[in-house]
C-alpha cells in the first residue's frame, strides 16, 4: 500500500525504452500515468486525475531533463485526461471520438469528482488538441503501435504498444489487482463487458513480456486471462444483484482487490445514472 500522498514510481528497462510507470494512490483512483523514455526524448501517457499527482507527474518528467515530445490520451475517463491541466504547453493527442467524448461527459465528471474532491481537481475542461490519425508512429526512432478499440472499458479507447521491445502499453483495457470500473454503457445501453473481452482477446496472444495496465501494478501477459476471467466473473454477479446489493457482492467476490470506491463507481453510473 501507498499510505503517502505521493506518486509510486515503478522503472522498467526495455531495450529501447525505459518505462516509468507512475502509480497515484487510492484517493488518485491508483491510475497509472505512463512515461516512456527514449534515448533522447519522452512520451507521456495519460495524465492522472488529481491536481497534486499531476503537478508531480509533470515535475518528474522534467526532472528526467529530455523534452517531451508529446502526450497521449487513451480515453475519456477524467482520472486520463482531469491532470491535462499541467500539460497544456505540450502536444497532446487523442483519437477525435475521444476528444467528442470528453466534450459529451465532462460536465458529468467534473460534477462527480468536484464534489468528492473539491479543489484537487480541475475546474477546467483541457481538451487534446492534436488529432490521431495515423495507426503507428515512429517517436525518436522507436515505433508505437496505436490500436483504436471500440465499445470497451470506454467508448473509445487507444492501447499502444511497441512492438520492438514486446510491451503494451494497455492503459484501461487492463487493470491489477483493482477493481474494474465497469459502469461505461454504450450509446445503445449495451454493458461494458463482451466488447471489453472480445478487445482483450485480440491482443492476448501477441507475445508481450510487459504489459501496463491503466490500474495497479506493471504485469506480465498472464493480466490478459486474469481480467477476462474478471469480467465474466463481474458480469454474472451483477446480473444477479440489484443496486442495494451489487457493491457488497463484489467486493466478496474479490477479497484481495482494491479500491471499492471503483465498485462504488460502477454502481453509480449502472444503477442511478441509467
Ligand atoms: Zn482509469
Same mark, same amino acid.
Given at each position: ?11 522498467? /528497462? *526495455? /531495450? ?29 501517457? !495519460?495524465?492522472?486525475?488529481? *491536481? ?12 528526467? *531533463? ?12 477524467? !482520472? ?8 497544456? =504547453? ?10 467528442? /467524448? ?13 464534489? #468528492? ?14 488529432? +490521431? ?9 522507436? $515505433? ?15 492501447? $499502444?504498444?511497441?512492438?520492438? !521491445?514486446?510491451?503494451? +502499453? ?14 461505461? *454503457?454504450?450509446? =445503445? ?14 491482443? #492476448? ?20 486471462? /486474469? ?20 457493491? #457488497? ?26
Amino acid at each position: 500500500m501507498n499510505p503517502e500522498k505521493k506518486l509510486v514510481i515503478n522503472i522498467i /528497462e *526495455r /531495450e529501447h525504452v525505459r518505462i516509468h510507470c507512475c502509480a497515484t494512490p487510492d484517493d488518485g483512483e491508483r491510475v497509472n500515468a505512463q512515461i516512456i523514455e527514449t534515448a533522447n526524448k519522452l512520451v507521456i501517457v !495519460d495524465a492522472t486525475l488529481m *491536481r497534486p499527482y499531476a503537478k508531480e507527474l509533470r515535475e518528474y518528467a522534467d526532472s528526467l *531533463r529530455k523534452p517531451i515530445d508529446r502526450v497521449f490520451v487513451t480515453h475519456a475517463h477524467p !482520472d486520463h485526461w482531469f491532470g491535462l491541466e499541467y500539460f497544456q =504547453d505540450l502536444d497532446v493527442f487523442a483519437f477525435p471520438e475521444t476528444i467528442e /467524448e470528453i466534450k459529451n461527459f465532462a460536465q458529468i465528471a467534473l460534477d462527480f469528482h468536484k464534489t #468528492q474532491h473539491g479543489d484537487l481537481v480541475t475546474d477546467t475542461v483541457y481538451l487534446p488538441d492534436k488529432k +490521431i490519425v495515423d495507426n503507428e508512429v515512429v517517436i525518436d526512432g522507436v $515505433l508505437f503501435r496505436l490500436f483504436k478499440i471500440v465499445a470497451a472499458e470506454d467508448l473509445f479507447m487507444l492501447a $499502444l504498444d511497441l512492438p520492438e !521491445d514486446k510491451t503494451f +502499453i494497455a492503459q484501461d483495457l487492463l487493470y491489477n489487482k483493482v477493481h474494474l470500473f465497469v459502469g461505461q *454503457r454504450s450509446l =445503445d445501453g449495451t454493458l461494458c463487458f463482451d466488447g471489453w473481452i472480445t478487445a482483450l482477446k485480440k491482443f #492476448q496472444n501477441e507475445n508481450y513480456e510487459v504489459v501496463l495496465p491503466g490500474h495497479g501494478v506493471p504485469a506480465d501477459a498472464a493480466l490478459f486471462q /486474469e481480467n477476462i476471467s474478471n469480467l465474466e466473473k463481474v458480469k454474472s454477479i451483477l446480473l444477479a444483484s440489484t443496486g442495494e446489493n451489487f457493491v #457488497q457482492n463484489i467486493v466478496e467476490a474479490f477479497p484481495d482487490y482494491g479500491l471499492r470506491s471503483m465498485v462504488e463507481m460502477s454502481a453509480f453510473f449502472l444503477f442511478q445514472m441509467k
